[in-house]
């Protein structure tokens, strides 16, 4: 009797464990731009306007991002050091957040899977799964690629994506 009450209790305490595992720094299924007055970015001519109250961390984020935006995608850029004349996912990355003063040295897309604090940031975002990272800065996503007609390098976009198997990291106080 005792052994059958432990193997009720596991199969009721599994679909528990499920839904917990899920939880935390765990993406969603989809990332998507939502405008908010004061607290979300735009993007003029290709390149991304914070908002006035922006932390200067974020200011300096978008400031880098901005510089960036216009490079071509190269694999391995920017990962020897912070300044290259092309990007991929993970070096973008590595720049905007050494420009925040939230990094020290460039890093991987995996690498950036335990980068931070876990979970979403009020101001920044890190998305990274083994083989891609990207970030949202001020509600913007600044990415290397996914279904954008321009996405041959670092650019700031609004359009959605999907985030199924990457987990959400920020930098700590933002």
């Known amino acids: 009797m005792a ?3 432990r ?4 199969l009721l305490l599994l679909p528990l464990c499920a839904l917990l595992c899920h939880c935390g720094s765990s993406a969603g299924s989809r990332w998507e731009y ?4 004061g607290k979300t970015a735009v993007i003029i001519g290709g390149r991304a306007v914070p908002p006035a109250n922006a932390p200067a961390d ?3 984020a978008i400031t880098a991002g901005n510089r960036i935006c216009t490079k071509p995608y190269r694999r391995g850029g920017g990962h020897a050091h912070f300044e290259d004349s092309a ?6 990355t590595s720049y905007v957040l050494h420009a ?3 990094l020290d040295a460039p890093t991987t897309s995996s690498a950036f899977r335990s980068y931070g604090s876990s979970g979403k940031g ?6 990274a799964r ?14 290397t690629g996914y279904s954008d007609s321009d996405s041959d390098g670092p650019r700031w976009t609004s359009r959605s994506r999907p985030t199924k198997g990457y987990t959400m990291r920020h930098p700590s106080g933002l």
């Open 122 to 127: 009020k101001w920044i975002t890190v998305y």
């Open 3 to 5: 052994t059958m009450m």
């Open 130 to 143: 083994k083989g891609h990272v990207f970030m949202e800065v001020a509600g913007l996503r600044l990415d």
């Open 7 to 10: 193997i009720s209790l596991n």
């Open 58 to 60: 974020v200011l300096r």
């Open 87 to 92: 990007y991929d996912c993970s070096g973008t």
């Open 100 to 102: 925040a003063g939230k």
């Open 34 to 37: 939502k405008y908010a007055p």
